[in-house]
């Protein structure tokens, strides 16, 4: 069983960037890829990036060519770079692997 462990978010003005990053307590980014969603209140939450068929890293297209996955096995860490934020990203953004979620980071965009 994998607990997964989120930080980096706050508060960012419009056009700003944040790093997300999760860290897993077990090595296992060598098999799977982290996911990550995204939920505003009272919405539901959204898939940001995702393995897609093929194995490839698949981006929600709100968010395609801004966000940026990428992971350091030695520290068991998945990041999210976000760059030129929008208010619209403004959300609790949580990262999952299989069945195991992370607490949640809020980003909170201004305008």
């Known amino acids: 069983q994998v607990q997964l462990v989120e930080s980096g978010g706050g508060l960012v003005q419009a056009g700003g960037s944040l790093r997300l990053s999760c860290t897993a307590s077990?090595?296992?980014?060598?098999?799977?890829?982290i996911n990550w969603y995204r939920q505003a209140p009272g919405k539901q939450r959204e898939l940001v990036v995702g393995?897609?068929?093929?194995?490839?890293?698949n981006y929600a297209d709100s968010v395609n060519g801004r966000f940026t996955i990428s992971r350091d096995n030695a520290k068991n860490t998945v990041y999210l770079q976000m760059d030129s934020l929008k208010p619209e990203d403004t959300a609790v953004y949580y990262c999952?692997?299989?069945?195991?979620w992370g607490q949640g980071t809020q980003v909170t965009v201004s305008s």
């Open positions: 393995i897609g068929s093929g194995g490839r890293i």
């Open positions: 077990k090595n296992i980014f060598s098999i799977y890829v």
């Open positions: 999952n692997l299989l069945d195991a």
